[in-house]
């Protein structure tokens, strides 16, 4: 069995929102592949599916970002899957927006919801799928904050819509079986 998570805000109010990049990513493969997060568990709305013979969990949390280990971990731990196997999709501040990148393990990087999840999880050994935001012009904690709490433009919608298109292939490489390397090595 599989996990893959997108990570993000709950609430209409964080809808379209940088910091929800995981959950978008998340949403364009199920929309493709005409797939509902249709249950609620612990902290997550999720669906079981099999998908070309693999048992996945597709999830987004229901906790404010900084949360997000506490759905992972539950899921995993319930549904006995490896670190491994788990596939985390989320923002990355410190990428050209747009870029997408694969890691196979590996520490936060700053990011409070990987933090979250290495810390609930009690491992960092989780494949990841960062896509690029880009960091705001000035680096301030405030301005930080609107960045990741803000919408992205037109222009920057296109870049974020070929980003999820990839992401959406690289969901799908994932649930049938490449290796992290491999990903890494088509999609990095």
């Known amino acids: 069995m ?9 609430g209409k109010k964080y809808d379209g929102t940088k910091h929800n990049t995981g959950f978008m990513a998340l949403d364009r493969y199920l929309t493709e592949n ?5 249950r609620e568990k612990f902290t997550g709305k999720y669906c079981k599916q099999v998908i070309n013979g693999t048992p996945v969990i597709l999830l987004e949390p229901l906790t404010y970002m900084n949360e997000s280990g506490r759905a992972v971990a539950q899921f995993a731990r319930f549904f006995k899957v490896a670190p491994q196997d788990i596939l985390i999709i989320h923002d990355d501040m410190d990428m050209p927006l747009g870029k997408i990148r694969i890691r196979a393990n590996g520490k936060s990087g700053g990011h409070n919801g990987i933090k979250s999840i290495i810390r609930d999880l009690g491992s960092s050994d989780f494949n ?12 301030s904690a405030a301005a930080v904050v609107s960045w990741v709490l ?7 919608q296109k870049l974020m ?7 959406s292939n690289v969901i799908g490489d994932f649930i049938a079986g490449k290796s992290s390397q491999d990903l890494m090595n088509q999609y990095n």
Do not use: E, Y
């Not at 005409?34 to 249709?38: R, S």
């Open 2 to 10: 599989k996990i893959v998570a997108g990570l993000g805000n709950p």
């Open 34 to 38: 005409g797939i509902q997060l249709d």
């Open 128 to 139: 990841r799928l960062k896509i690029g935001i880009r960091h705001p012009d000035n680096a």
């Open 150 to 156: 803000s919408r992205f433009d037109q222009d920057q």
């Open 161 to 167: 819509d070929a980003a999820f298109d990839t992401a």
